[in-house]
């Protein structure tokens, strides 16, 4: 195989002539069109050079179509062609050109860019509440034949967003619990005031922090895993299966998935309250010495035990939050890799926004209560 | 199998492959040439391993043992610069498409030559929009994305990306599967059509009869874990093994037909 290369010459009223070698094709590994298009530049300006193609032992389109961009795309009397090159060059002539896009200013695509993503946003929140109705009612339907519940995938999603989740919540709760604990033993004892390390990683912990980082922790991890496996299946056309059996979507593939985090989420929450408030315990103790015993037997005196119902409420509505959240997102991806990665982003990202807004409602709402 | 063929001549050389997932065994010491210019067909019973080997040719998978040469060189023994070279010298037909789902028609057939970074944007306008002719698509049907265009159309982009480069040789596999007889029938005289004007080498695995018959110029069957036949279609009447007289059966009346 031979390279693609050129020849120049001069005839005697000044004319060049460029006589073209070897391959012009692809298929020759040394060729590269960039350079041989810029190495014959000063030959393409110039309208007198004359072209000899007919040495040329291989000529493909990408070839073809490089000397013809330089040549302003037209063949004129200047080449001299092999009678089966013509056919191609031909060919490539009469292909369609690119359209000429014209990209004008507009004045007005920032307002058009923001009336569209308020109608985007509208969209989403209507379908998300068209789901949220779907859903009560095939609970409501469950009432009327509860033989009908899928307990096989409401366990399933109970062992995946629960059972499997419990390392990761406890290591991370454990961590958590032991910066803040010794954070707040530094500050209370430039004050003397030791014992209240108890109240306050208490209060915020079983309050606020466990049930928040549980929600952030299982958005993340289980929120995500559901949009994109709703994703998938719908890609796959499982969903569709599913309808065609006569199985509801929503009974088979939302529900057991809402109901399962929303079931599991309390349970989690005392979980990771619970190796939160065990690291915290450890770093009081290493710093303030102050006993096991006396952290957990002082605790329900410190906190009252309100917050404990508070906290579950809250990893219910979390639970609950996310899942749906979660489902909404999946079955809005289309059968495309960018939308999966699109939708799943947006899904971890409106799931922890909403578990956000939901407990700042909440702690206005509660706000006199367990304080 | 005639082994005076001259080495420029032959594109894929199969020397000695043996195959293993856990205990069973797919591929025994076997041996397969395919030659410049051919097409040639795979064939053999479901699960024999047809797609492996395919697979093992364009370099995704490597055999236990054994020599894959693919233009007279072993593509996993090459350094990374010559290896994407040599493996823009084939192309490969996926059974499902395999097009890149964000992106459009245009992209998915401009991205193996926007990958070379020698052609400027107009040049591959040029070539994409030959391409999409070659494969008869219409020039309008660039914008879409896979999602929205019919099976018998995603073969025909697959095999436009396929040819972007212009390829010696030509993967398919299952290149008919998923499509009616007429338009099946359409994407064989395409191929051939190609292989015409594009000096294609042609490697195929089907499962269709129809296609076996009015697209291959050889057939190589694997059957037992190696290669037992590897001749002409009409070759196959004189060879005595009960999985290929079998097989000749169900062809003979369709090339007859021919």
């Known amino acids: ?371 | 199998m005639s082994d005076n063929i001259p080495d420029q001549d032959i594109i894929c050389d199969i020397q000695n492959v043996c195959t293993e997932f856990g205990d069973n065994i797919v591929h025994h010491h076997l041996n397969l040439k395919v030659k410049r210019g051919d097409i040639t067909a795979l064939v053999g019973r479901s699960g024999c391993g047809k797609t492996t080997l395919l697979r093992h040719i364009i370099g995704l998978t490597k055999p236990k043992s054994g020599n894959v040469l693919l233009f007279g060189e072993n593509l996993h023994a090459m350094e990374r610069v010559a290896q994407r070279r040599q493996m823009n010298r084939f192309g490969v037909l996926f059974q499902q498409g395999a097009l890149f789902s964000a992106l459009s028609v245009f992209d998915n057939i401009a991205f193996p030559l926007r990958e070379l970074k020698q052609l400027d944007e107009s040049v591959i306008y040029q070539l994409v929009m030959h391409k999409l002719a070659l494969v008869e698509l219409d020039p309008r049907d660039a914008d879409l994305l896979p999602a929205e265009i019919s099976g018998g159309m995603v073969k025909r982009v697959a095999l436009a990306r396929a040819l972007a480069l212009e390829p010696e040789l030509l993967v398919l596999d299952e290149p008919t599967a998923g499509l009616d007889p007429d338009r099946s029938h359409n994407f064989i005289d395409l191929v051939k059509q190609l292989k015409k004007s594009l000096g294609l080498t042609v490697l195929f695995v089907t499962h269709d009869m129809d296609t076996l018959a009015s697209l291959a110029e050889r057939v190589a069957v694997l059957e037992d874990r190696h290669i037992i036949a590897d001749c002409t279609l009409r070759e196959l009447a004189e060879i005595d093994h009960p999985f290929v007289i079998n097989f000749f059966q169900s062809i003979r009346s369709r090339l007859e037909r021919l």
């Not at chain 1, 290493?286 to 002082?298: A, K, T």
Request: glycine share 8%; with cysteine; charged share 15%.
């Open chain 1, 1 to 371: 195989m031979t390279a693609a290369s050129f020849h120049v010459t001069q005839d005697g009223q000044g004319r060049r002539h460029v006589q073209l070698l070897g391959q012009w094709s692809l298929r020759a590994p040394a060729n590269d069109f960039g350079k041989l298009k810029k190495s014959l530049h000063p030959f393409f300006v110039d309208t007198f050079t004359k072209w000899d193609l007919l040495e040329v032992e291989q000529l493909d389109a990408a070839g073809a179509s490089t000397l013809l961009s330089g040549w302003g795309n037209k063949l004129d009397s200047n080449v001299s062609l092999k009678p089966e090159h013509t056919e191609l060059f031909n060919t490539l002539m009469s292909l369609t050109r690119p359209p000429t896009r014209k990209t004008e200013l507009d004045w007005l695509s920032p307002f058009n860019t923001l009336g569209e993503g308020v109608l985007h946003l509208w969209q989403h929140f209507t379908k998300f509440i068209h789901l949220l109705i779907l859903l009560l009612l095939e609970i409501a339907y469950l009432f009327s034949r509860p033989q009908d519940f899928p307990w096989r995938e409401f366990s399933a999603n109970v062992y995946k967003s629960g059972v499997n989740a419990l390392p990761v919540t406890a290591l991370l709760g454990f961590m958590i619990g032991v910066v803040m604990g010794y954070l707040m033993s530094k500050q209370l004892h430039t004050f003397g005031a030791d014992v209240y390390i108890v109240n306050i990683l208490g209060l915020s912990i079983i309050r606020e922090l466990g049930p928040v980082l549980m929600a952030v922790l299982i958005a993340g991890r289980s929120g995500s895993a559901m949009t994109a496996q709703i994703g998938v299946m719908r890609v796959t056309d499982e969903i569709d299966a599913l309808t065609t059996m006569g199985i509801s979507r929503i009974l088979r593939v939302v529900l057991p998935k809402v109901l399962g985090l929303t079931f599991v989420a309390p349970l989690l929450v005392l979980w990771t309250s619970g190796w939160t408030l065990a690291g915290g315990a450890f770093a009081s103790n290493l710093e303030l010495g102050i006993s096991y015993h006396f952290f957990f037997n002082y605790l329900p005196l410190a906190v009252q035990p309100i917050n404990l119902t508070l906290s579950l409420i809250k990893g219910l509505m979390f639970g609950f939050v996310v899942a749906l959240v979660a489902c909404h997102f999946g079955l809005r991806i289309k059968p495309n890799t960018e939308s999966l990665s699109n939708s799943t982003t947006s899904s971890v990202v409106t799931a922890i926004s909403g578990v956000i807004l939901v407990n700042a409602g909440f702690a206005i709402l509660t706000r006199g209560i367990g304080v």
